[in-house]
């Protein structure tokens, strides 16, 4: 509570301290990095590697109010570059994911934990991946999820689209081969 | 909107979001309270969406990450934002303001660029370079020129042979200079996609002709060609049979 009070304090001073802007955003950050790479060293890699970057160049940001999206956009890039990705993902249409779009009962998401969830995420096509994440770790909206991944509109809501519901029907069949365990051990 | 159109705006619904106030999402919210069997599966839905949210907000942050993250911290931290303008002298600021007018004054003045085929091909080309957007996602051609026709834009346009056997992945309603352009977006199949424009061919005082030409506009191969009321544009990334595929 301490740090937000004296980020925004030194928000309207037009100043960042480094301190508050670690005890703000490391863990989203984090959370983040682990739903890309899934590893815990990976993704602390990945935080350091951003707030070394803001240490570097956060300077040149001119609207302060843009910082956690800098950063979120720093991250993602050092991730792509880590991945050494260079092509570019396919634009898809919404439409296409109407036919996969099962019912799942929320009682078998309850059966699972983070790391499960994890998991799952991981199964989901990689493209789809990043913008998933940051649908359910973060409250932003679909135009800053787009400009976090610089990535147009349309495109956000289609990979997230295809990703709920390739996610949908992992939970299911998770849960069907954990049913069908249990009836193995019976 | 049916109720296979709802669940998919649906899908992308969060309370509380700004996006959750958008039209389209507006009419599927109705739709789900009108209908029983789509109120059940969006309330399942949300369900779902909550204890998934939940479970990923649970991820454990290692203790250690912020002790190692501050070691980080640099000498210089403190950004310092150049005074804002009414900080400044009231000379600075009243010269500053002289100058933006008179500039505006030479672009109001200078005489306007003719509506020139070639000036339209650049900025359409353009368009697709940068994050364009579009309004419709939807593989449905019937979809686009309804959506089209209902904002002006031309609806009427043909399709090449090639482009028939494309992928489609959505459309847009642009404008050139107040003329309406339609957008219309095709996946190649490599990751690439492929932008044919279209506009009334009255827009432009030198339309192109009825056979195509090609043209490399912004590190893009483009086919220029009217038919009919039409003039279009196809803009994609360079390749040796573009006409042979596309047109």
Known sequence: MAARASYNDDRGRGEVDFQSLVELHYGPLYRFAMSLTRTESDACDLVQQTFLTWATKGHQLRDLAKVKSWLFTTLHHSFLESRRRSTRFPHLAIAEAEAELPAVEPDLVSHLDAQDALQLLSQVDEQFQAAVALFYLEDYSYNEIAGILEIPLGTVKARIARGLAQLKELVLRKAASAGKAKEGTA | ?247
């Open chain 2, 1 to 247: 909107m049916n109720s296979a159109e709802a669940k998919a705006v649906l899908l992308l619904y969060r309370p509380g979001a700004a996006d959750a106030a958008d039209p389209p999402m507006t009419e599927a919210l109705e739709l789900a309270r009108q209908d029983p069997e789509l109120g059940r599966w969006f309330e399942e839905h949300r369900a779902f969406q909550k204890a998934m949210r939940a479970k990923f907000r649970q991820i454990e942050v290692p203790a250690h990450l912020k002790t190692s993250l501050l070691t980080l911290q640099p000498a210089a931290q403190t950004f310092i934002p150049p005074p804002a303008w009414w900080r400044r002298p009231v000379w600075l600021t009243a010269a500053v303001a002289a100058l933006l007018l008179l500039g505006l004054a030479g672009v109001w003045l200078q005489p306007r660029a003719p509506d020139r085929f070639a000036n339209y091909q650049s900025r359409m080309v353009s368009e697709a370079q940068r994050e364009y957007r579009m309004d419709l996602l939807t593989n449905d051609m019937r979809q686009i020129r309804q959506f089209m026709a209902s904002r002006g834009a031309p609806a009427d346009y043909d399709l090449t042979p090639g482009l028939e056997h494309l992928r489609l992945t959505g459309g847009g309603r642009l404008t050139w200079r107040s003329h309406p352009v339609t957008m219309v977006c095709f996946d190649r199949g490599d990751q690439q996609m492929l932008f044919l424009f279209v506009m009334k061919r009255s827009a432009v005082k030198d339309p192109p002709p009825e056979t195509p030409q090609l043209a490399k506009v912004r590190q893009r191969l483009t086919a220029s060609w009217t038919h009919g009321d039409n003039t279009y544009v196809l803009a994609g990334p360079e390749e040796a049979d573009f006409v042979k595929k596309y047109l």
